[in-house]
């Protein structure tokens, strides 16, 4: 597989007019594939092994925020990078994820040709399905490359997503609790 994808960037390069055979061209097929390599690695891991080795028994039912995940992705329209921060928030039922699977979550659902509407969409989803929780509210916030250098090209556009569910969705006093969490705890400092 390497080898033929790393014919397929030479093809690229000849096509957009370079010379694959020059000096400072000629290990960028290999480069090129173990970055795809490593930038789409989420397909190869299973969001339901990673959080199922987290769990543990707790009486805890109130909000639990993890905020400012950063995520690195690929648009999978230009394949262009967007990036930014995830805030996720969870109400347990009898049990607690462990706080590293939060960004592990997130890297493996950014590591797949993505765009930010689905990526934050899977996110809750797996929490909701893996975890049990009683309520899930996924935030992200990205600049998207595709927007900044092509197309339109404006710097410093940020895109907002949501996915709410459970009592996220359903009772506007826990909503509103996430949403200012977000807000108000990026001005506490340590």
């Known amino acids: 597989?390497?080898?033929k994808f790393e014919n397929h960037i030479k093809d690229?390069?000849?096509l957009i007019?370079?010379?694959p055979q020059?000096?400072?061209l000629l290990k960028t097929p290999s480069r090129v594939f173990k970055s795809f390599e490593f930038l789409t690695s989420g397909y190869k891991q299973d969001p339901k092994e990673i959080l199922s080795k987290a769990l543990f028994d707790s009486t805890n039912n109130e909000m639990i925020l993890v905020r400012d995940i950063e995520f690195y992705s690929l648009c999978e329209h230009h394949l262009l990078p967007f990036f930014g921060r995830a805030h996720i928030a969870y109400i347990p039922d009898k049990k607690v994820l462990g706080l590293s699977k939060f960004a592990r979550l997130v890297e493996l659902y950014a590591r797949r040709l993505q765009?930010?509407?689905q990526l934050t969409e899977q996110i809750?989803?797996?929490?909701?399905?893996f975890v049990g929780a009683k309520g899930v509210g996924v935030v992200l916030e990205a600049r998207h490359m595709c927007m900044e250098m092509r197309g339109v090209q404006k710097a410093n556009a940020t895109t907002l997503t949501s996915a709410l569910r459970g009592s996220f969705l359903a009772n506007e006093k826990t909503r509103k609790e996430f949403f200012s969490l977000i807000n108000s705890?990026?001005?506490v400092k340590f």
């Open 22 to 24: 020059r000096d400072g």
């Open 17 to 19: 007019g370079e010379d």
């Open 115 to 117: 765009i930010q509407e």
């Open 185 to 187: 705890s990026k001005q």
């Open 1 to 3: 597989m390497q080898e």
């Open 124 to 129: 809750a989803e797996a929490l909701i399905s």
């Open 12 to 14: 690229i390069l000849t």
